[in-house]
């Protein structure tokens, strides 16, 4: 681990070292590929002290500018479908979550460059009107508690405001957590979440409601699909549990949608063989992931990975990793 982020940071290094000396054109070279690429928040301003997989709106519409100018922009549909043009990149656009800021601002910048995006809802809303690791992000910031004890655990705040106990984060214990066990932490919080102004910070924590899911559903130009019910981490809970995750989803935005759910995107990216299976038992045709386990999985037609879109670095270094298809 420790040498692939010595490798990472000396690759972006280089890059930048390559663009002062203005040879970035060399890294910017078109080159044939596809590739999925897969965003979760947009905001305002890309802050990420909150969440770190969030993008500013306006490096959002500056790279949506110039992916489409630059390279072959194509749907998911067709990307399985293998509708690629040879000599350039073939790009196709997935959302995770379903963070009412893809509704707010994603998608008019998606419809203004008539760019077609599959968004995979969590439907979690029946429970809670917020995704838990973004409940913790922002009350882990905010909170002056310095620890706090889950399941007799003592956690103690670091200068990165997270809660650690023995050299792990409280919210990489969430991601395993069943959800009975998981509400722990929202009562731990309560009155931390309650003190927030929750106008302020609704970019980073507020879900799309039905209407505006149904709103996206039937836009030709975008597709629904679904990512689990609470964003459990799926193949660290019961199975049965994960099972059960995986066909909620699906029932409740077909109930939504008003028609078939058949794509299905993996929370965090974590899978497994029997869990894949049961996806498609139950009549998923397409399974989004992160990275594959195993050789064997990428023969799996039904299953593509995807490049995680990176809010730490350039534009010009963003589209220098995404046309070499790797962060190192």
Request: contains cysteine; glycine residues 4%.
């Amino acid at each position: 681990m420790l040498w692939m982020r010595i490798k990472y940071r000396l690759g972006l290094l280089y890059k930048t070292v390559l663009f002062k000396l203005g040879f970035g054109k060399l890294l910017l070279k078109d080159r044939y590929g596809e590739r999925i690429l897969v965003y979760h928040g947009i905001d305002e301003v890309g802050e990420t002290k909150y969440n770190s997989r969030f993008i500013s709106k306006v490096f959002f519409e500056e790279f949506i500018k110039h992916i489409t100018t630059h390279y072959n922009v194509i749907s998911l549909d067709d990307f399985y479908q293998k509708k690629f043009k040879k000599d350039t990149l073939n790009i196709a656009l997935t959302f995770d979550d379903g963070y009412l800021n893809n509704y707010k601002y994603a998608v008019p910048i998606l419809e203004k460059y008539n760019v077609p995006a599959c968004f995979y809802i969590t439907t979690i809303h029946e429970k809670a009107p917020y995704l838990w690791a973004d409940f913790l992000d922002l009350v882990s910031y905010h909170t002056k508690k310095k620890e706090v004890i889950l399941e007799r655990n003592l956690y103690q705040k670091n200068d990165k405001n997270e809660f650690i106990w023995n050299g792990i984060s409280m919210k990489n214990v969430a991601k395993a957590l069943p959800y009975d066990v998981l509400k722990m932490i929202y009562e731990i919080f309560k009155d931390d979440w309650e003190s927030l102004p929750p106008k302020k910070y609704e970019d980073y924590w507020m879900l799309m409601n039905a209407q505006q899911i149904k709103e996206i559903a039937d836009n030709p130009l975008f597709t629904i699909g679904a990512h689990g019910e609470t964003h459990a981490s799926l193949v660290d809970i019961p199975v049965e549990e994960a099972k059960k995750e995986i066909l909620l989803s699906k029932q409740q935005l077909e109930k939504i949608c008003e028609q078939p759910i058949t794509e299905f995107a993996f929370p965090f990216g974590y899978y497994n063989q029997e869990l894949a299976d049961y996806c498609e038992e139950i009549g998923f045709e397409r399974l989004l992931l992160v990275d594959y386990n195993t050789k064997k999985d990428t023969k799996n037609e039904a299953s593509q990975h995807r490049f995680v879109m990176n809010p730490y670095i350039s534009m010009e270094q963003q589209l220098a990793c995404l046309l070499k298809g790797s962060y190192f």
